[in-house]
Nanobody, 121 residues
């Protein structure tokens, strides 16, 4: 019903920037919210940034002021972005996007496949 494709990860030096994208297609009539999560080795998955259908955003404290979540939509797909600046080694993780979509009255979560971000000199 909903397909997500992530892109934009890679290797970057400390202080550098990356932009992650997550394009969704399918039944996108009622997107409640979108978010980016990350999971580092040996750690639990954590919420990094979140945006609601009204455009309200929240960030975890460690990325506040460095990361920006945004979205765009056209007739075919909806895309959520995560602009990451001033990257630090502790930002190294697999990053996942998540869409929360209401379909026929039920709330459903859809996850991207994950993209590796490595911050290292």
């Amino acid at each position: 019903q909903v397909q997500l494709v992530e892109s934009g990860g890679g290797l970057v030096q400390p202080g550098g920037s990356l932009r992650l994208s997550c394009a969704a297609t399918g039944r996108l009539f009622n997107i409640a919210s979108m978010g980016w999560y990350r999971q580092a080795p040996g750690k639990e998955r954590e919420l990094v940034a979140h945006i609601t259908n009204t455009g309200s955003t929240t960030y975890t404290g460690s990325v506040q002021g460095r990361f920006t979540i945004s979205r765009s939509r056209d007739s075919v797909k909806n895309t959520v972005y995560l602009q990451m600046n001033s990257l630090k080694p502790e930002d190294t993780a697999v990053y996942y996007c998540k869409y929360t979509i209401v379909i026929t009255g039920r709330t459903n979560d859809y996850w991207g496949q994950g993209t590796q971000v490595t911050v290292s000199s």
